[in-house]
């Protein structure tokens, strides 16, 4: 037994320049810190993150959901076994006592659940991959996931009128990770001499400029052919070495029972035909977030048409809710699930979604925030339950290319017993 004899909590900034709470906790002269990441595209069940909503930083302050830490936490968490991760993280939903942790906020907990998980690595001498495998009760922690590289920002991840919010790489052709990544890296590179005029959202995906397209699927098409053009230049082949994904987040425009995409009014319908439309005339392998989180008709539709064909994401239908999932998996909707720490705000609660989702045939991707740190929990998250698929952001920012470099890292000190998902 190794107590916590030392909490702090403290902001730091996020990739948007948005304070975010860090924790450092402290046993036997061992220190170990979290950071937490923030959404700007949100499901509406995510549990929440608390912000002061006062003056300083416009409102986006965490000095409550710090104090809730100092206050709250503290004196209930210190001199716990950090060995107990369970019990560490029942203690902070006990203590919040709400549905959605909003009470102390999920910034507060998670940044404390993180910390305790990375203290205890640091204190068994493991990488914190090989911890997590521990926890998840996973003997084999060596399969490295295929990245999904996020290239061209649009939606609540950018400035631009492009409706659609994210357009990935899928380097399904290479033969490790560290490879994967040249390849986005490469095509990621010949893109920015098209968008020369155009900045990076969020995500550090290039926001295009001035397409000539007038209409969202149009819209779509145009910037798919881009992609095509860029995977082209850089010498690989779409559909062997390189496919596509599109984080559609239907969220954001559906409005009365329609989606109302860049001038067009689309039902359920007419937008899976779009989609349809697209599987077959580009290497899209992926949708995510296909249909809006309400529009349960529409998630059911596009699995029984597409599931088959495609994978179909769960991101803000789930939020990595293990009530929700469960309705999603009776229901028989979409085919993957998009694993967010935050969403939930305890490691406990998310290593137990993956092993659902798991259990139950639903493919595992683990995704980043909009609003990041250099904290690379989640490679390690994706590493040691064998998830299979990560979503961390382009081939540029710091705060992206640190888990792509994470994962490469433990590539590399893997060697022969690393196992590539592409």
Known sequence: MAKISYLEAYWVLDSRGRPTVGCTVKSEDVTAKAFVPSGASLGLHEAL???????????????KAIGNIKEIIAPEILGQDVFDQKGIDRKMIELDGTKNKSKLGANAILAVSL???RLAAALNRLELFEYIAKLYKNPHPVLLPLPYINVINGGAHAKDSLDIQEFMLIPKGADSFQSAVQTASEIFFYLGEMFKTGGVGDEGGYEPQNLRSNLGTDKVKEVLEMLLKAVNKAGYEAGRDIFLGL???ANHFYFEDKYQLSGQNLTSKELLGFYEELINNYPVISLEDGMAEQDGLGWKILTETLGNKIQLVGDDLFVTNPKLFQRGIEAKIANAIMIKLNQVGTLTETLEVIKMAQNHGYQTM?????????????????????????????????????????????????????????
């Open 49 to 63: 993150e608390i912000r002061d909503r006062e003056k300083a930083f416009a409102g986006f302050g965490v000095d």
């Open 115 to 117: 910390s305790c998980a």
């Open 247 to 249: 984080d559609i987040a």
């Open 366 to 422: 683990i995704g980043n925030r909009s609003g990041e740190t250099e904290d690379t929990t989640i490679a390690d998250l994706a590493v040691g339950t064998n998830a299979g698929e990560i979503k961390s952001g382009s081939c540029d920012r710091g705060e992206r290319t640190a888990k792509y470099n994470r994962l490469m890292e433990i590539e590399r000190n893997l060697k022969d017993k690393a196992k590539f998902s592409g």
